[in-house]
């Protein structure tokens, strides 16, 4: 039987510019602490993940892909160019994290220079790195550097940033309309989630996608909402069960997140 952890984040007092009104929830399957230290078989289905919110992003079993969850329709990548499928919703994730996702700040960003210039310019309007966040930026980009796995991981293939770095390929999408899908979670989140910025990018045609490193933005709409509420269930498979789940460093987290960039 999958076991399911929620952590609720209550906020008592008043804060400037700021609203919970939605009570944001955010639903993850998988530990990211598991899955950077070699345990890629997850127990929950895509099926099961969609039934807990709108807006996502993952993977599938073996690293297979980089997985957007959006408008109701699920891709990933199936090559190493980043060009997407929908798989079947019965595909299996060791990692994916979804929300119900209600906006409660939306503003629009012109002439960003890259992610660190994006993540300096967004963090007056965050008011504390001690809650989660989940963001949609939709608009034109200069420039999306994104990762797309060329082959899934086996069964030696124990160090996820070794693995990554030996079957990735990291393509510039130059010039390119698309959503990115943001998941910001505190540094005290790990080893159950990515601290800091998780992102993954959809073009507007839904042919490319990938795991996001830097990127450019011309003109862009971001929507913002907080998530009090932060829901986890456990694999089930003999493969999690045996699994020692080790502290790993937050500059290889940093590594396989943003290819060792700002």
């Not at 399911?4 to 639903?27: K, N, R, V, W």
């Amino acid at each position: 039987m999958k076991q399911i952890l929620t952590i609720l984040f209550a906020y008592c007092t008043a804060l400037p510019a700021f609203s919970f009104d939605h009570h944001g929830e955010i639903f993850q399957a998988g530990v990211t602490g598991a899955t950077m230290t070699g345990a890629y078989t997850g127990s929950t289905t895509y099926r099961e993940i969609v039934k807990h919110g709108n807006l996502g992003l993952g993977t599938a079993n073996g690293i297979r892909g980089e997985m957007v969850f959006l408008d109701g329709e699920v891709f990933i990548t199936r090559d190493g160019q980043g060009h997407t499928e929908q798989p079947s919703l019965d595909t299996k994730t060791p990692f994916s994290i979804v929300s119900n996702f209600y906006p409660h700040t939306v503003f629009s960003l012109e002439n960003v220079d890259s992610k660190a210039h994006f993540t300096r310019l967004l963090k007056p309007r965050l008011v504390s790195d001690n809650v989660f966040y989940v963001m949609r930026i939709e608009g034109r980009f200069n420039l999306v550097r994104a990762r797309s796995i060329t082959k899934p991981a086996g069964h030696n293939d124990l160090d996820l940033k070794q693995f990554i770095a030996d079957n990735e390929q990291v393509n510039e999408y130059q010039n390119i309309t698309g959503t990115m899908v943001v998941f910001k979670s505190p540094t005290f989140a790990y080893p159950m989630t990515v601290p800091g910025y998780h992102i993954h990018f959809i073009s507007t045609d839904r042919k490319y996608a990938g795991h996001v490193y830097d990127f450019s933005i011309d003109q862009a709409s971001l929507s913002l909402q907080a998530a009090s509420k932060f829901s986890i269930v456990l694999p089930d498979n003999a493969e999690f069960l045996a699994h020692k789940v080790e502290k790993v460093d937050h500059k290889v987290i940093h590594h396989v997140e943003s290819g060792g960039k700002g």
